[in-house]
């Protein structure tokens, strides 16, 4: 069974930072590409990162480049996000998924695995 579970999310004040890990079983971990989306209320499910556990290759939205990095440790089955100089804007669910495939998948509706989300605030 796939099962990914977040963690890391909480209450920060503007220009602080967070750390989201994303934690899978249940699967293969290097022939998937993981992501990361957000939802903030009243607004749909947005792309923030993404990367491929088989070559590394990353995409990270506009409004995250510079602040937001994405990792991957094959070994602990674990895709990070480190938020740094987090905005007010930045607050949302953050939620991982996973999907069967070496390219890096931006798209929400590309994906077939889904967390539960953990949330985000930041404060201004």
């Known amino acids: 069974e796939v099962q990914l579970v977040e963690s890391g999310g909480g209450l920060v004040q503007a220009g602080g930072s967070l750390r989201l890990s994303c934690a899978a079983s249940?699967?293969?971990?290097?022939?998937?590409?993981i992501g990361w989306f957000r939802q903030a209320p009243g607004k749909e499910r947005e792309g923030v990162s993404c990367?491929?556990?088989?070559?590394?290759?990353?995409y990270y939205a506009d409004s995250v480049k510079g602040r937001f990095t994405i990792s991957s440790d094959n070994a602990k089955n674990t895709v990070y996000l480190q938020m740094n100089s987090l905005k007010p804007e930045d607050t949302a669910v953050y939620y991982c998924a996973a999907e069967e495939t070496i390219v890096v998948v931006t798209t929400p509706s590309e994906y077939d695995y889904w967390g539960q989300g953990t949330q985000v605030t930041v404060s201004s």
């Open positions: 990367i491929s556990s088989s070559d590394g290759s990353t």
């Open positions: 249940g699967f293969t971990f290097d022939d998937y590409a």
